[in-house]
């Protein structure tokens, strides 16, 4: 079962729609945000 599978089977039929949302928010509040612009960057070649 995925994050967001398992997130919505938690919530209330009128918030399950916005797990579509919360996990497009990941980058923003994660700690390891700036691991993937690095490694984001290192794909680009910049």
Known sequence: MTLRRSLSAKLPP??????QFIYNYWWSW????????????ADSGV
Not at 30 to 41: D, N
């Open 14 to 19: 009128p918030l399950k729609p916005l797990t």
């Open 30 to 41: 994660t700690s390891e945000r700036g691991s993937l612009f690095r490694v984001l960057a």
